[in-house]
């Protein structure tokens, strides 16, 4: 059985305007002012760093559920960091309603098994093809 998930994306005439197909959603990609584009829409790293805030929040809503636990709200903010060290992503989540130590433990694992992060950590294979 296979599970297909695709977005298509066209790059327009129009300097870095993106306009992108996911199902029966469409989506505007740009780049700011400053880095050449018209701002009419996230960059792509900022749509990365919203995919994975919002698959972590859904896959800790997921296993929360599944244990019964009521965390109300889920806050994730994911940040790409550049520094003297390089750069990488920092994700700082936080729950509307109290959670004891073990839950924090655990949802801290669960949280790095989201399907978008292990992607971003190179656990899936990308092949490329020009048609």
Request: net charge negative.
């Amino acid at each position: 059985m296979s599970d297909n998930t695709s977005s298509k994306v066209v790059l327009t005439t129009k300097k870095y305007l993106a306009e992108a197909k996911m199902r029966n959603h469409f989506a505007v990609i740009d780049e700011p002012v400053n880095a050449g584009g018209d701002d009419n829409g996230p960059t792509p790293v900022e749509y990365l760093l919203t995919a994975i805030g919002g698959c972590v929040s859904i896959t800790l809503r997921m296993y929360a559920e599944r244990k019964g636990w009521d965390v109300g709200e889920i806050t994730v903010n994911v940040s790409q960091i550049k520094d003297e060290n390089g750069t990488h992503l920092s994700e700082e989540i936080s729950f509307e309603k109290e959670i004891d130590e073990d839950q924090r433990k655990r949802l801290l694992v669960i949280a790095g098994k989201c399907p978008v992060a292990k992607m971003v950590k190179g656990e899936t294979e990308i092949v490329s093809s020009i048609q």
